[in-house]
């Protein structure tokens, strides 16, 4: 039975989105190659429109299609009252995300590029205790409505997680690093050269006095500023007024060297698509605009509560409904080389990880969050570890004062692209020991 | 699935050791936000996991949502293994029993109208959405009805349903600038009765968003801290059990000498158990995910490491005994060592003989998350209060508490009469999604923690 035919009758509108996919991981855990695994995935969500209620259900494996139905049925009886227009076919940008090269790489050759890395790590510390993940996932998603759309989304993706532990006495050190693609290329090896030169910089513990003093975020540091912002401007928060920015589109809200794209444009980034998760177009645009608020990220649902228009950003995965959620987020980096930066400071933390992030109230703009991994920085070099420091602050003034924003930018969790942020002065405590 | 059609893939796999878990998850999930009925859904979720080891290798697994491809999973499971060139593995051995373990509910959640689910958590958000100043509102109810057949080739075939009912409830309340939350809930594994009747909670959960509108954020310092029941599990969980995880220490000698059996950790007062045979919580079940019964096992004992947690596989490596502690979030992962119900034992000084002699600080309350990088931790309180001169004082927000974990455990000074288990709690350790756990502690003050703030 054709399910969308079957709801033709029953429903205003209906959807039916479709999941398949195979991924193969391979793991090392303490240098030691430790499982190999194959997930195989299917699954079938729908949504139907009935008396304009919405209604949602999804199920994997031996299912009835009538149960299905009835399920769906029975939400949208209770479902949430909303004006939403599932869209017709349309055309979305062009976008590579399916490298058919990555689903011939054999097993074998994970199983290596996994050994490499545990080698080239011990071999910076041999206390070093390497874990490793790596994954390759290929999966077809196809979305099929009512209005007419039908949109089918094959990807490939590449998943690298790389952590070293390192135990001396009481003194523990964990850095990691992450890397996701489309394809297999050499990347991985520069990801995996990062992370040694954390290890290396962190075999010496130095101490730092409280104060205020500039601070500099390494991307992955930086995403304690990060996330107040993309909690902002989620159209969840926007659409239901909790989000800060939401009266403020078009003003000035941070420093005018700040810029932020939603871009799922990127060619060979697993975030990037033609259209998302309920077949709308994708499109590059500008979030923050040297400062200005220039807009929010809409999916269908929150669009219509909110008066506005899905921006493409509806994200699902298989047991919920489609959200808002940013596709690749592109902070626009500087001009200063970061040799340039660090030459500048005097003393100050550079801050590589954070503690709790997404603690306390981050929709406020404000953080004060423990540093996982951080250097202190003296006279223009990185001298030492820090640690039992803390920072603390509101992006919504913090981000007014950057001092200066880095020419190179790197990914951070596969979906932001950032820079090395360095703000003139921030709140730091340090423990004393 | 039959029983005979399991065994008999069992019983065809070329692998030392193999095991097979099925899981179906029946789940269905309310959620208003603010005034909008946000989410009325229905799921089912089946899949299953096939986990088959080669002794001189490693592990092979596969996982999959489509049952009837069982025997060829095997196979897959059987032939990644045989990829895998690790150290060679050995498994404490465990005499296995065949078991079937129906529960029964008093107000079965999978007999109960749609409506009457509805009409419950629509009482509960209307509560939250009437005292003054409040904005925006999260009330969610769940009920999870989990059926979990588990077989492995050394004789073991169990099923174990896992029902499981949920409450949450989230209040914001904003002024200008000043958005503030409260939470709170329940979730056990019960009948619907369990989660009627909560109309006080609501009310206390409001009520505490809006005070907090006009609470002060927390002056930043070293104080002495008194932490309630709350707070003090998920510390005692997170900054402490995951320590206790044999997967942490077995492989890495410098972490084995960290967590010495024998080392002190704390004062005689502090005793942390964990207990996954304690009825009615969360973090409870007869058998884990390797078919091991749950037990009761001392982590700390009068202030001195004496156990840890363990998988067959951290046991044997250890030579330690099986604790039953190898969990799975679900189908697709295999079984780690994670905690079950982990709790700080009761002592003796009350609440009031604990605040006595503060001159100065602060009353933590609730956790609304939590970190720790082993030895670093950082817990946000939901909310506070200071004390001044032996007495609780004005509210105070932005509580958050960091410090070193050695330390801290031997700071603590005082630990509380009124033990309470927490009625909610997820643990994520690698594993996506979150495991079902519960905490516990009675109050306990610390000395010198450091507090961030302003």
């Known amino acids: 039975m054709d399910l969308l035919e079957a709801l033709r009758g029953q429903a205003e509108q209906a959807e039916v989105y479709t999941i398949e996919g195979e991924a193969t991981v391979v793991s090392f855990e303490a240098n030691t ?8 995935t299917r699954g079938i969500a729908l949504r139907a429109l009935v008396n304009g209620r919405l ?50 790489v054999p097993l074998a050759r994970l199983v290596e590029i996994g050994q490499e890395i545990v080698a080239t790590l011990r071999a910076t510390d041999p206390n070093a205790h390497v874990n490793v993940d790596l994954e390759r996932e290929i999966s077809t ?89 993309m909690l902002a401007l989620n159209g969840q928060h926007v659409q239901r007024g909790t989000s800060p920015l939401a009266t403020r589109r078009g003003e000035h809200v941070l420093a005018d060297t700040l810029t932020l794209w939603d871009d799922p444009t990127l060619p060979g980034r697993p975030a990037s698509g033609s259209h998302d998760g309920e077949g709308v177009p994708c499109a590059r645009k500008p979030l923050i605009e040297g400062g200005i608020c220039r807009g929010f990220l809409f999916d269908l649902r929150t669009a219509a509560l909110a008066g506005a228009q899905s921006t493409g950003n509806g994200a699902r995965g298989l047991f919920a409904p ?51 991994l951080g250097y202190l920085i003296e006279r223009g070099e990185i001298v030492g570890r820090v640690k039992d420091v803390s920072i603390s602050g509101n992006i919504y003034q913090d981000l007014r004062q950057v001092a200066a924003l880095s020419q190179e930018s790197y990914w951070v969790r596969g979906q932001l692209k950032l820079p090395y942020i360095l703000l003139g002065e921030l709140n730091v405590v340090c423990r004393e020991r | 699935m039959d029983r005979e059609r399991i065994q008999a893939a069992l019983r065809a796999s070329r692998a030392d050791y193999t095991e097979i878990r099925l899981e179906t998850w029946r789940t269905t999930k309310i959620i208003f936000h603010g005034r909008h009925l946000e989410t009325v859904d229905m799921t089912f979720n089946e899949g299953g996991i096939v986990r088959a080891l080669v002794r001189s290798g490693g592990w092979g697994l596969a996982t999959f949502n489509n049952l009837e491809t069982l025997e060829r999973r095997v196979d897959q499971a059987y032939q990644s293994a045989r990829w895998v060139q690790g150290e060679p593995i050995n498994l404490a051995p465990v005499d ?23 009409e419950l958590i629509e009482g509960y958000n209307e509560i939250l959405l009437t005292q003054g100043s409040i904005v925006d509102t ?90 309630d029941p709350k707070l003090a599990g998920v510390f005692v969980h ?58 009761r096992t001392e982590l700390v004992r009068e202030g001195i490491l004496v156990g840890r947690l363990h998988s067959r596989e951290t046991a044997a490596r250890m030579k330690e005994p099986v604790t039953g502690n190898a969990r799975a979030t679900d189908y697709r992962y295999p079984p780690i060592v994670r905690m079950t119900n982990t709790f700080i034992e009761a002592g003796e000084t009350t609440f009031e003989e604990m605040l006595a002699d503060i001159p100065l600080g602060v009353y933590a309350c609730d956790s609304i998350g939590g970190q720790t990088m082993l030895e670093n931790f950082s817990f946000s309180a939901g909310y506070g209060y200071m004390i001044r001169h032996g007495r609780l004082a004005e509210m105070v927000k932005d509580v958050v508490l960091s410090g070193n974990l050695f330390a801290t455990l031997q700071n603590i000074d005082a630990i509380g009469n009124d033990l309470t288990m927490s009625k909610l709690g997820m643990c994520g350790k690698g594993q996506g999604g979150g495991l079902a756990v519960s905490t516990g502690a009675p109050h306990i003050r610390i000395q010198g923690v450091a507090m961030g703030g302003r």
């Open chain 1, 33 to 40: 190659m430790k499982a190999a695994k194959v997930d195989e």
């Open chain 1, 141 to 229: 998603t196809s979305l099929r409505n009512s209005a007419g759309a039908e949109v089918r989304a094959r990807r490939s993706i590449l998943s690298l997680g790389v952590s070293v532990e390192r135990v001396r006495g009481d003194d523990v050190l964990i850095a990691y690093e992450t890397l996701s693609d489309i394809s297999l290329t050499e990347a991985y090896r520069q990801a995996v050269e990062r992370l040694a030169e954390k290890v290396r910089l962190a075999s010496r513990v130095t101490t730092l006095r409280s104060g205020r003093m500039p601070v500099l975020f390494a991307p992955s540091g930086a995403l304690v500023l990060l996330l107040p912002l």
């Open chain 2, 138 to 227: 999260q009330a969610t109810y769940a009920d999870q009805f989990i059926t979990v057949t588990y077989a492995n080739s050394e004789g073991a075939f169990i099923i174990e349903e896992r029902p499981l009912v949920t409450v949450h409830l989230v209040a914001t309340a904003r002024q200008g600038d000043n958005v503030q939350r409260a939470a709170d809930g329940l979730s056990v594994p019960a009948g619907f009765e369990q989660v009627l009747g909560l109309e006080e909670m609501a009310r206390r959960v409001a009520q505490r968003a809006v005070d907090l509108l006009s609470a002060e954020t927390v002056v930043g310092g070293v104080y002495p801290v008194i932490c």
């Open chain 2, 238 to 295: 997170e900054a402490f059990g995951h320590l206790s995880e044999a997967d942490f220490v077995y492989a890495n000698p410098q972490a084995q000498e960290m967590m010495v059996l024998g080392r002190r950790f704390g004062r005689d007062i502090l005793t942390i158990v964990d207990d996954g045979t304690l009825l009615g919580l969360r973090g409870s079940h007869r058998y884990d995910d390797e078919g091991v019964p749950t037990r």
């Open chain 1, 55 to 104: 209604g949602f259900t999804a199920a994997s494996g031996a299912v009835a299609e009538e149960d299905l139905v009835a399920n769906l049925l029975a939400s949208a009886r209770y479902g949430e009252e909303v004006k939403l227009a599932f869209p017709g076919p349309a055309a979305g940008p062009e976008v590579a995300t399916y490298d058919p090269s990555l689903a011939e």
């Open chain 1, 322 to 372: 489609p959200t808002p959620a940013p596709s690749n987020l592109v902070l626009q980096p500087g001009e200063t080389p970061l040799a340039r930066m660090l030459a500048g400071i005097q003393r100050g933390l550079l801050v590589e990880e954070v503690l709790g992030l997404g603690q306390g109230n981050p929709l406020s703009g404000a953080f004060s969050n423990p540093v996982g």
């Open chain 2, 96 to 118: 296995f029993c065949e078991d079937e373990i129906r529960v029964a509910l008093g107000t079965d959640f999978r007999q109960v109208p749609l409506a009457q689910k509805k």
